[in-house]
């Protein structure tokens, strides 16, 4: 190989191992316009290659939980982060849409973290450095 390789699209692997693990919850780039009961919003918060290998995506993913869901708002957004933590660290060793994942590591949160402009929803949030495969 000559050069710095391209790295692959971090976020859009991350999305599709949450949707994956969530389905029918919707995780996009955006907040949608209809906000559905539960929704999450994945974007890369910084990060860059690691080696010529690897790509260390810093990913923040954002989630959010109606205030009148069924049993209560603020244990279930927490739940879902933990939930997607999880489902991202056992991503490790795979390959999602060309990507292979070598790790979730480096993890911050979940942090109770309000959405000053959506009030009728809890959200939390959570960071990490995504480790994907730049070949």
Known sequence: MSGYPTPKPAVKAARTVLAARFAPVQFGTKIPNSRPQKFGRVSRAGGGLQSLVTDSARILVELWVNQDY???????VEQF??????ALQ?????????????????????????????????RWQFQGDWLVSTS
């Not at 982060?81 to 999880?86: M, V």
């Not at 070598?102 to 309000?114: A, E, K, L, Q, S």
């Open 70 to 76: 069924p049993g209560g708002a603020v244990g279930e």
């Open 90 to 122: 056992n991503a490790q060793g795979t390959s999602v849409g060309g990507v292979f994942i070598r790790g979730f590591t480096n993890i911050d949160g979940p942090v109770d973290f309000p959405d000053p402009d959506v009030t009728d929803m809890e």
């Open 81 to 86: 982060c933990c939930d997607a933590i999880a």
